[in-house]
């Protein structure tokens, strides 16, 4: 997904280290404020990136009405020199995002080198994204792939603010999505989405074509099926790539969130964390 770039603090020389503060050592400014109460989860980390867990909730990287309380914010807290060394050029480490109400992993480049081996893997289609979705009803397919365009729109919510959204449209960029049902019930579905493209809000609108909207999208669900969770019944569990420094492989995974878990239990489905894992892999954009 591509959004606008993190905004700039208004008072570029603002945030000082604690250091800084503590003993007058003159520490870089940081262009993100740096706040500790934006707490995310590490599943991963070495010398040149991190994968990391975020809570439904929290915007990726600063815009408007949101310059404090992103997960930039929380990462600038534990790692700012270095990823202040990589700027605004580099987006401050960010390779991707994740929507506001979604859950789950994010990479984040901590040299310049992860970032742009990151980036060029993305562009090549070769970082796998894996998601779980909780979904009003099974599609009539258990498995496929979904090829549809994406036009992005931008409409204006208010003076200040837009709101950016994605239309099914041949005239806007291929998207490809691969998916999988790994259960169903009267009640709802549990079903696995690999984006194979980039798209905006690709999974939610691909699998809202094919008759199996997300519980609580209230952007492109069923208006029915707004109430049916508190967010966004959508966690991306499992990414992997090959380490663009080391050239090892990286897979992690992470488990539903409770919230979600309680959603699961709500629809007698069973648990994604003992689901086989890699009937999507053979989508072809």
Known sequence: MSIAPPARSRAPHAHRSALSRSFGTPMPALSIEPNERVTFGI??????LL???????????????????????GLFARYGARLQQLGQKRDFGLV???????SG???????ATAYDGLCAAFAAREISKYYWALCHKAPRESSGVIKRAILEEERRKDRYTAEKR???????????????????????ALIEARPVTGRLHQVRLHLDSIGAGILGDKLY????????????????????????????????????????????????????DLADQDSTDDAEA
Not at 105 to 110: C, D, K, R, T
């Open 166 to 188: 994605g239309v099914l449209s041949s005239k806007g960029k291929p998207a490809v999505t691969a998916y999988r049902v790994l259960e169903a019930s009267p009640l709802g």
């Open 43 to 48: 599943v991963h980390e070495d010398d040149d």
């Open 105 to 111: 992993l994010v990479i984040v480049a901590l040299s």
């Open 51 to 73: 994968v990391v867990r975020k809570p439904p909730g929290v915007v990726t990287q600063p815009g408007v009405g949101h310059e404090h309380d992103t997960l930039l914010n």
């Open 96 to 102: 991707h995002r994740l929507d506001r109400e979604t």
């Open 221 to 272: 669900g069923p208006t029915r099926t707004n109430s049916a969770s508190h967010r966004l019944a959508l966690h991306a569990h499992r990414i992997a790539f090959d380490h663009p420094v080391s050239a090892g492989r990286v897979d992690v995974r992470t488990a539903f969130p409770k919230d979600l878990r309680r959603v699961l239990r709500a629809l007698e489905l069973g648990r994604p």
